[in-house]
């Protein structure tokens, strides 16, 4: 039976909910209008400008032409695939943006040898999210004003309420990108209420959702965990949960992997390019032949005894020697088995890893799989997981568009919210400095690297790493986690603002990671906390010399439980009364850039 059923909205006016689902190759909204006292319904959006093929099945190309003349779109999503406009773009030299998505990866996720397109000139991928962000905006306002008379879009405009979805491997640098690019594209305003419109939904979580509205049920007794595994144009994200009192929890650490559909396509690139590459009679054709595969061959192979004809040149083009018939390059099935085999491998692995881990922490075992995401509609990638998978789990796509998924998904995720626990990706914490003690063996090692403190005079060692959160915690959503800091200053204005807590994130091997100098490579910065701090009460002290100097005292409050990370400033006062007063207030979280 489903988890538990929708309930009727309780708001007092009509409001919208918009999940953009922006993939590396295809694109799709969802929405759902929320009217009070009636239970809210999931639609997607299934026409948009420009498109031959209408219906349930309906999405997008991820692509933006640009003319270089200006820097402005000139055809988004549907039209460029129209003939014209691509012949537009040959003769006029337009800028293609394509499978920029992938740009938004920090450099650690970039894989050797991959040939992900450029960016056009210019265009960073911020400015690119935002042209695409705002023509989905124009599509959804446009179809939904077709599709419901009785809806008034210019008075919903100042209330609708964004999903923006992402792969599981992305965090806060991301989030942050994709947030300013929805404001940009004024989406919502730069303001306070403006940014808390928005919301960022892993597309693993989203995948969950969908499932459980479309096909997914799970008994009351079933403790047994589920795995999602949402196979998209760039990424394969798998996520595994359990039911937990009519919600859900993660119960392992989620895996993102770049083994998506496009990296299929890269791996016949570079066949085709070995193949005809040296001969400058097919060598142009390159292009067309592996646009033809990306449309046809990818999706329709069934069998590896079987020969795919790929058209790319004209009628009296045969060369039997390169396998190419009639303006046709016969690709043997077995070859084309090559090009899916290292993502069918990782998603094996991937299933096989997270049954280990489920077993090895909680002792769940994982059953049931999932198979979504606009890739999984391949026959061949479905099947091959399907009899490769453990002879103890079933894997099924569920009924519906699994390309849907995440777009759909992302609308339940803020509509019924299932997940109450996520399991943390890596270890955070912070660098913090401890009195130097000769008898502890790591101390004296670090001997040479003894300091006076300037106040107390006393020896003390820095880089020490002091964890907040270590890596594989269940974390509930609104499970705080916070560390107290004090700030000294000979001025008392320089503390009436601080913007330089670092938060670290470890990404080493070490199960308790202590000193940062023996991996320095491993303690990348994962984010800086600031906040207004003036005010926070200062106390008058004196240091060793006898100077006075100020003292503040507060706490960093981190919520790791949620999609998106929080901090909050916290900070005591003592009333008329003598009554000590905990006080909390807003701090900005500031994410390193990606470089892009």
């Not at 190309?61 to 640009?66: K, M, Q």
């Not at 993502?343 to 002792?363: G, P």
């Amino acid at each position: 039976m489903p988890p538990r059923p929708r309930r009727e909205f309780n708001g007092d006016r009509k409001r919208l909910v918009l999940s953009f689902d922006i993939g590396t190759t295809f694109s799709g909204i969802s929405y759902s209008i929320l009217m009070p006292g009636r239970v809210p319904e999931i639609k997607p959006v299934t026409r948009y400008p420009h498109q031959e093929a209408v219906g349930g099945d309906a999405k997008i190309p991820t692509v933006i032409y640009y003319d270089p003349a200006n820097g402005k779109p000139v055809a988004i999503g549907a039209k460029t695939l129209k003939s014209s406009v691509i012949m537009a773009a040959e003769q006029k030299g337009w800028h293609k943006a394509q499978w920029f998505k992938l740009h938004l990866r920090s450099p650690d996720m970039i894989q050797p040898g991959e040939t992900v397109p450029p960016l056009p000139p210019g265009k960073p991928v911020g400015a690119i999210l935002a042209d695409f962000m705002k023509y989905l905006y124009r599509c959804a306002e446009g179809y939904i004003e077709e599709s419901h008379r009785y809806v008034n879009l210019k008075a919903l405009r100042s209330t609708t309420v964004f999903i923006l979805t992402h792969p599981n491997g992305w965090g806060g640098a991301q989030q942050a990108i994709m947030r300013k690019a929805a404001i940009d594209a004024g989406l919502v305003p730069d303001t306070n209420a403006g940014r808390n419109r928005i919301f960022f939904a892993t597309e693993g979580e989203c995948s969950l959702h969908f499932c459980l509205q479309n096909g997914l049920e799970i008994d009351r007794t079933d403790t047994s965990g589920v795995l999602i595994i949402d196979a998209g144009g760039g990424t394969v994200d798998v996520t595994a949960y359990r039911k937990d009192r009519g919600y859900f929890e993660e119960i392992t650490v989620p895996e993102c992997h770049f083994q998506g559909s496009v990296y299929v396509t890269m791996r016949a690139r570079a066949d085709f390019e070995e193949k005809l590459g040296p001969h400058p009679r097919y060598a142009p054709g390159i292009p067309r032949l592996l646009e033809e595969f990306d449309k046809g061959a990818k999706h329709s192979f069934k069998k590896e005894d079987e020969t795919m004809y790929i058209r790319f040149a004209g009628y009296n083009e045969t060369e039997k020697a390169l396998d190419i018939l009639t303006g046709q390059l016969a690709v043997s099935g077995a070859t084309i088995a090559k090009f899916f085999k290292p993502s069918v491998d990782c998603i094996v692995a991937a299933i096989e890893n997270q049954k280990k881990q489920s077993i090895d922490t909680l002792n769940v075992p994982i059953r049931s799989i999932f198979l979504v995401g606009g890739f999984s509609a391949s026959s061949w990638l479905f099947h091959q997981v399907r009899d490769r998978a453990p002879l103890d789990t079933s894997v099924t796509r569920p009924d519906g568009h699994v390309n849907k998924a995440v777009a759909s998904g992302g609308v339940s995720f803020y509509l019924d919210n299932l997940v109450h626990s996520r399991v943390s990706r890596h270890t955070y914490g912070v660098n913090a400095f401890v009195d130097y003690t000769p008898g502890i063996m790591s101390h004296f090692k670090r001997r040479e690297k003894i300091r006076e403190d300037s106040v107390s005079g006393k020896k003390i060692l820095t880089g020490c790493f002091d964890p907040i959160l270590m890596k594989n915690t269940r974390v509930r959503n609104k499970e705080e986690f916070r560390r107290t800091y004090f700030r000294i200053s000979y001025n008392s204005r320089e503390l009436h603002r601080i913007d330089d807590v670092e938060i670290l994130c470890y990404r080493g091997k070490a199960n308790n990671p202590m000193w940062m100098d023996s991996e320095p490579n491993m303690y990348p910065v994962l984010c800086t906390v600031g906040a207004d701090t003036s005010m926070v009460p200062q106390k008058k002290k004196r240091d060793v010399y006898g100077r006075r100097y100020y003292e503040i005292e507060f706490s960093v409050v981190l919520l790791f439980g949620l999609t998106e990370l929080k901090a909050q400033l916290v900070y005591t006062v003592v009333t008329k009364k003598e009554v000590k007063k905990e006080m909390r207030g807003e701090a900005h979280i500031l994410f390193p850039d990606l470089g892009n």
